[in-house]
């Protein structure tokens, strides 16, 4: 619970059934597919080789579906905002269409799970809905909507929708849907065990070497051997497909309120407009449906956290008056540079590595149709789609240069400009309780954060994964990467990577501390 609020985090983790911890393995393994990352690409991964006959272990850093996934709007669709006119102009009509199939067969084949194992996770059918406000932008959403119909959607203009106030025009996508992710993923992870997985949480991989078999080494020294290994972190943590130099990350809020049932949009709405305004409502209790808004959307390491946060609220209470809020959190993803998720072999000459990275905030569907394709890869199955998302590709790479220099200037800015000096550095005395700050201390640009009680602790301010200065988000009480969107607890703990290593402690003189 935020104290400052009263409300709780993510409303997903809070009413997720129970789980049975799973314990990190007590010793080396030799397993048929390792997969890292517990998320919804990881578990689809698993599930669907595991159904195929294969021997599986799945090694989560934290708790099985508990980052990422476990924070979702969870919504469950084919329709990405203005995903389809972009991909006719900048790859052509036919991969807009395999974007358009992949995505929707993703939908059908997770409604087919839901339905095979009986899951009870609030699986509603809904149409998707891009809108603006602003006429100005009523012929993008047209062509939108041509191409998206095009790509084979049931796509339409319109001008009206069930939302409580006038938009200028929307993309209308019928067939879509939306569940509870963690109801899901908890049946698919009992089921995944049922047929003979495995899953280790606490099992945090820092090492790979690929071969023959492939080697793992976690944080523990435990090895695991694996003839396949599939890279399902989020945000892939080895470096050597450079493929951080293709992906943006960045963080979007959310808030939830209570709202009566006859107020409730019922399916789910977003805009570009107002950096992002996600809707859509879940079931609840007593006559009430939960609100969900997402937007506000922040390279990591930003400071007005707080204030994001009250506009985001504010902005739901002025178009949904009367609500209650319940409660709020964060999450993050990461946008490639030709605006397509990165699912296939880890790097070129890769054999046995494999990728699933770069969804681009749409990483339910696109999670489970990365389970689909890479399970197929491994088994040396044909994907119609497997040259659209292949992370080698180059062509799109080039045509999308502009985003790819000024994803890498704004990197080489962090790299560069936050290691410079200022005339307004703080000092230890001027960080408020709750709060931290970068600032040099013994000769070292340490990270210093004071908590509410007025006790201090610092820690590198260097972020473990490639050196970028780290900054503080006190609203999520995080260091953070804005190069790539490494977090980090206050006393220097990984919360999320690429970084497998935590922030170095660092003392604090006690002439500063005074």
């Not at 100005?136 to 339409?156: D, N």
């Not at 963080?251 to 107020?263: G, H, N, S």
């Not at 900054?471 to 220097?492: K, L, T, V």
Request: hydrophobic content about 35%.
């Amino acid at each position: 619970m935020n104290p400052e609020t009263g409300i709780q985090g993510s409303y997903w983790l809070e009413t997720a059934p129970p789980a049975t911890p799973a314990p990190p393995p007590s010793g080396d393994l030799t397993v048929d597919v390792a997969v890292i990352g517990g998320g919804i690409a990881g578990l689809s991964t698993a599930w669907e080789l595991v159904r195929q006959g294969r021997e599986v272990a799945v090694l989560e850093a934290d708790r099985v579906a508990a980052g990422v996934t476990g924070r979702t709007t969870a919504k469950l669709t084919a329709q990405h905002t203005l995903i389809y006119d972009h991909l006719r102009r900048t790859r052509g009509p036919e991969s807009a269409r395999l974007y358009a199939r992949s995505q929707s067969e993703a939908i059908r084949h997770a409604a087919g799970i839901v339905d095979e194992l009986g899951i009870d996770c609030e699986w509603e059918e809904a149409a998707a809905f891009t809108y603006a406000e602003d006429p100005r932008h009523v012929e993008e959403l047209r062509a939108e909507a041509e191409a998206a119909r095009e790509a084979g959607l049931a796509a339409e203009f319109v001008t009206t929708t069930d939302l409580p106030f006038p938009v200028a025009g929307a993309v209308r996508v019928s067939g879509q849907a939306q569940f509870h992710p963690l109801k899901y993923l908890r049946a698919l992870t009992d089921d995944l065990r049922r047929h003979g997985g495995t899953v280790y949480e606490g099992t945090r991989v820092v090492g790979l070497t690929e071969g023959e078999p492939c080697l793992l080494r976690t944080d523990a020294g435990v090895s695991v051997r694996a003839n396949e290994v599939v890279v399902a972190t989020h945000y892939p943590v080895f470096d050597r497909a450079l493929l951080f130099t293709r992906l943006s990350p960045r963080r979007e809020l959310v808030v939830a309120a209570t709202i009566d049932e006859d107020q409730a949009p019922r399916d789910m709405y977003i805009t570009p407009e107002q950096n992002t305004r996600s809707v859509r409502s879940a079931p609840y209790r007593d006559g009430k449906r939960l609100l969900i808004v997402t937007g506000e959307h922040f390279t990591p390491g930003a400071t007005d956290v707080e204030e994001r946060f009250a506009r985001l609220s504010g902005w739901a209470d002025d178009h949904f008056p009367g609500l209650t809020f319940t409660h709020r959190w964060a999450t993050q993803d990461n946008d490639s540079t030709d605006s397509v998720p990165l699912v296939g072999p880890l790097r070129h000459g890769s054999r046995h590595t494999w990728v699933a990275t770069g969804f681009g905030g749409w990483g339910l569907s696109g999670g489970i149709m990365a389970g689909r394709l890479l399970s197929d890869r491994i088994n040396g199955l044909p994907a119609d789609w497997s040259d659209l998302y292949d992370p080698r590709r180059l062509a799109p790479v080039v045509r999308e240069g502009m985003s790819f220099l000024k994803h890498q200037a704004q990197v080489a800015r962090h790299f560069v400009g936050d290691r410079l000096p200022t005339m307004t550095a703080p000092e230890v005395g001027d960080i408020p309780p709750g709060h931290g700050a970068v600032l040099r201390l013994g000769g070292h640009r340490c990270a210093v954060h004071r908590d509410e009680n007025g006790s201090l602790q610092a820690v590198s301010a260097l972020c473990t994964h490639l050196g970028c200065v780290v900054a503080f988000n006190d609203a999520e009480q995080a260091w953070e990467c804005p190069c790539h969107g490494s977090r980090f607890a206050p006393d220097g703990r990984i919360l999320q990577g690429p970084a497998v290593r935590p922030l170095e402690r660092r003392d604090i003189p006690q002439t500063d501390a005074e």
